[in-house]
């Protein structure tokens, strides 16, 4: 069984910056993608930025310009810069890591609050 671990999150002041890593271990699978996904209390879990096994990533047009998605894949890890922040951040963070076509894996969530 994979093990995935979030870091990084706390509280941070609105227009501040917070930094997430994601780290994954355990899996005799390769990893295809490794996504961020956060949870607001009442509102539905979103996907936020992502990174893929080519190479590729984006962010979710809500944090574009504002949130910075980076990683690799083949080190099992990756990373979300998150600044400006705001107050609707404030949200559970997941990491879900991608062993496409063999399942996959959820971190616990870190919590990230944004107040002043």
């Known amino acids: 069984q994979a093990r995935v671990v979030e870091s990084g999150g706390g509280l941070v002041q609105p227009g501040g910056s917070l930094r997430l890593s994601c780290i994954c271990s355990g899996s005799i699978f390769s990893i295809y993608a490794m996504r961020w996904y956060r949870q607001a209390p009442g509102r539905q879990r979103e996907l936020v930025a992502a990174?893929?096994?080519?190479?590729?990533?984006d962010t979710a047009d809500s944090v574009k310009g504002r949130f910075i998605v980076s990683g690799d894949t083949a080190k099992d890890r990756v990373y979300l810069q998150m600044n400006s922040l705001k107050h609707k951040n404030t949200a559970k963070y997941f990491c879900n890591v991608d062993f496409h076509p063999m399942g996959g894996e959820w971190g616990q969530g870190i919590q990230v609050a944004v107040s002043s």
């Open positions: 990174i893929t096994r080519g190479g590729g990533s």
